[in-house]
């Protein structure tokens, strides 16, 4: 059983349009939600990450929006770039617990000149 | 600061072969685990550990082995290679916030391993 479901698979977007990534949970008990970035070659590093007492949280181009009765959170990039051309993971975990981090399947995301 | 740093960065084996990825982190990190990252399956978590002599199951240990003597070093065994096990290895570690799991995770480069 997949914990955690992400889509789009892949996303292409023009430079200033906005790419949204969106991801759904299936275990209640999960109580740390983080996005994290990777470009080609290199590990994945923390992008933004989100707890269930807030809706929403951002961080200069990049907004988690989290439903958590939908059991569902979303990655928003604002004025995307070129730079930001890369495979975004989103993630959960038990987090009050210890626990290792769950990802979803990952989404690449390019944003065309 | 080198952070985490995987060996080697690229090995190829034959079908049962065996060998070892070595894991270094210089941050003082407790907590340290192995993903592996294949083609639209994402990052799968293979084994973690909570601290030093310690280790647990993740979701895909099948096949592997893993032991943590120093706190510093997390290391992943493949005793019998197969072509199931091609792929990229993760290592990662994450830091205690007082006694809970801070939650971010610090990623090395990458291992590419390829078994023929």
């Known amino acids: 059983q997949q914990q955690v479901k992400q889509s789009p698979q892949s996303l292409i977007v023009q430079k200033g349009g906005i790419p949204i990534i969106n991801c759904a949970y299936e275990n209640t008990a999960f109580d740390y939600f983080p996005w994290y970035q990777q470009f080609p070659g290199k590990g994945p590093a923390l992008l933004i990450a989100?707890?269930?007492?807030?809706s929403e949280k951002k961080e200069g181009r990049f907004t988690i929006s989290f439903n958590k009765s939908a059991k569902q959170f979303s990655l928003h990039i604002m004025d995307s770039q070129p730079g930001d051309s890369a495979t975004y993971f989103c993630?959960?975990?038990?987090?009050?617990?210890?626990?290792?981090?769950?990802f979803g399947k990952g989404t690449t995301l390019s944003v065309s000149s | 600061n080198a952070g985490v740093t995987q060996t080697p960065k690229f090995r190829v084996l034959k079908t049962g072969q065996s060998m070892t990825l070595l894991c270094a982190q210089d941050m003082n990190h407790e907590y340290m685990y192995w993903y592996r990252q294949d083609p639209g399956m994402g990052l799968r978590l293979i084994h973690y550990?909570?601290?030093?002599?310690?280790?647990a199951k993740g979701e895909v240990p099948d096949g592997y082995n893993v032991s943590r003597l120093k706190k510093q070093n997390f290391l992943l065994g493949l005793e019998s290679a197969a072509p199931s096990q091609t792929s990229v290895y993760f290592c990662?570690?994450?830091?205690?916030?007082?006694?809970?799991?801070?939650?971010?995770?610090?990623f090395g480069e990458g291992s590419r391993l390829t078994v023929l």
């Open positions: 993630a959960a975990s038990k987090d009050q617990a210890g626990t290792a981090l769950i």
């Open positions: 990662a570690s994450s830091p205690l916030w007082g006694r809970v799991n801070t939650g971010e995770l610090f």
């Open positions: 550990s909570v601290g030093e002599g310690t280790t």
């Open positions: 989100i707890r269930p007492d807030v």
